[in-house]
């Protein structure tokens, strides 16, 4: 079943991470650099960590080639992944 998240994306960062919330969407940081897809390829790495699932459960549907994003993710468990999410989102970094 797909989850749909909004991300804003830094790229360039020290570490990949989800950092919390940025309005109505999730804020992540990835180390990668905002260059020939690198970043989009470590979000969806870092999302596929996180989730659990393989990289090719994670699509990006909408801003490649900006910071705000569009992702889906084919999760087994929609309800378990938002609570994954809740604990990445509320954790102080």
């Keep these: 079943m797909p989850l749909r998240l909004r991300l804003r994306v830094q790229p360039g960062a020290s570490l990949s991470r989800i950092t919390g919330r940025h309005g109505d969407a999730i804020k992540v940081q990835v180390k990668a650099p905002p260059r020939d897809g690198a970043a989009n390829e470590a979000v969806i790495e870092l999302l596929a960590h ?6 090719a459960d994670v699509r990006i549907l909408h801003g490649l080639s900006n910071r705000n994003k569009l992702v889906e993710i084919d999760v087994p468990d929609v309800a378990a992944a938002e609570a994954v999410l809740a604990v990445h989102c509320s954790v102080d970094r």
């Design 50 to 55: 996180v989730f659990e699932v393989r990289r």
